[in-house]
């Protein structure tokens, strides 16, 4: 399955992109994974907008970088999406992993 990685600076445009993959009218289907450098996440309208937007699931990790402070938090993620494919037959054909570049 194809993981795609989206990463850059605070305000480059990288939920821009995001939301513009998930609205194109290609008919495929992701799952993402969102990684949100504070406590709070900036990206919660996309999170509310999941079915709207064509993502399968959004995994939202919080307070670090997904590279080391939520490393777990990311294998665990990436676990529970493979038993969902497993066991509820979900479809998809990629992962978008969004980071921030501190």
């Not at 064509?54 to 038993?83: F, P, S």
């Amino acid at each position: 399955m194809p993981v795609h990685i989206l990463t850059g600076f605070l305000g480059s445009g990288k939920t821009t992109l995001l939301n513009h993959i998930l609205e194109g009218s290609h008919g495929k289907r992701f799952a993402v994974i969102e990684n949100e450098f504070g406590e709070i996440g900036i990206d919660d309208g996309l999170i509310a907008r999941r079915e709207e937007l064509g993502a399968e699931q959004i995994i939202e990790m919080n307070n670090g970088c997904i590279c080391c402070t939520v490393r777990g938090d990311l294998i665990v993620g990436l676990k529970n999406l493979l038993k969902r494919i497993a066991s509820d037959g979900l479809r998809l054909d990629g992962v978008i992993i969004e980071t921030i570049r501190p």
